[in-house]
């Protein structure tokens, strides 16, 4: 088998993803802080699995967000999942507020932390301020009102976040969105030149 060797009659394998024949991988050695971004620069499906180099084992959802198999509780476990974006995620969108869909809030879900992490400035062109809200739709700041993003990040303290316990509903999924506008000024999303957020969701399942 290429890539590999057999050590004391053990098979090493020299790369950290394995592919199966079904398409479904096996990734290790990742950060558990990059598992959005593994998300996002990655060709994943779900029931791909990303063995993070803290010791999580995760497994991706058909709602793009990952299971910590690991987490104690089991099928009542805690889902942690950070999504990372930058100003070219929003240049190409029209106008000057955009929402975008982060994941799919499962029924019987408690949502426990929204944070929302401004990483570096969000600049543009025309003097406009840029704003993150997380909600869902139609109150787009519910769970986290509004982040400036056009201010200048103090390292690591930049941020805001919701602790509250929100159980949207019992028997079906809610829709969690990303809201990003843009005031102010003369200009829109498309005058952005710089800037990156993170976005930090946790949330836990009732048992069944």
């Known amino acids: ?22 398409g479904n991988k096996i990734i290790t050695n990742a950060a ?13 499906i779900p029931g791909d699995m990303v063995i993070t180099n ?28 950070k999504y990372t974006f930058d ?4 240049t190409s969108l029209p106008g000057n507020s955009a929402e975008l869909a982060l994941f799919n809030l499962p029924a019987k879900a408690i949502l426990t932390e929204v944070v929302i992490h401004l990483t ?13 809200q997380v909600g869902i739709v139609g109150d787009a700041g519910k769970f986290v009102p509004g982040v ?10 930049t941020f805001e976040r919701q602790v509250s ?28 030149t710089a800037g990156t957020f993170d976005v930090y969701i946790e949330y836990k399942l009732l048992a069944d």
């Open 165 to 192: 316990r929100f159980l949207e509903n019992m028997s079906s999924s809610t829709a969690i969105v990303l809201t990003v506008n843009s005031s102010g000024g003369t200009g829109d999303l498309s005058d952005l």
């Open 148 to 157: 400036d993003l056009s201010g200048t990040p103090a390292s690591g303290l």
């Open 120 to 132: 570096s400035q969000f600049l543009n062109a025309t003097g406009d301020s840029t704003l993150a």
């Open 32 to 44: 558990t802080a990059d598992l959005g971004t593994t998300i996002r620069d990655m060709t994943l």
């Open 54 to 81: 803290e010791g999580t084992v995760n497994i991706l959802k058909a709602n793009n967000t990952f299971t910590d198999i690991t987490a104690s509780g089991g099928s009542s476990g805690v889902v942690k999942t």
């Open 1 to 22: 088998m290429s890539g590999t060797k057999v050590v004391d009659n053990k098979v090493k394998i020299q790369e950290d993803t394995i592919i199966f024949p079904s």
């Open 87 to 90: 100003h070219t995620d929003f």
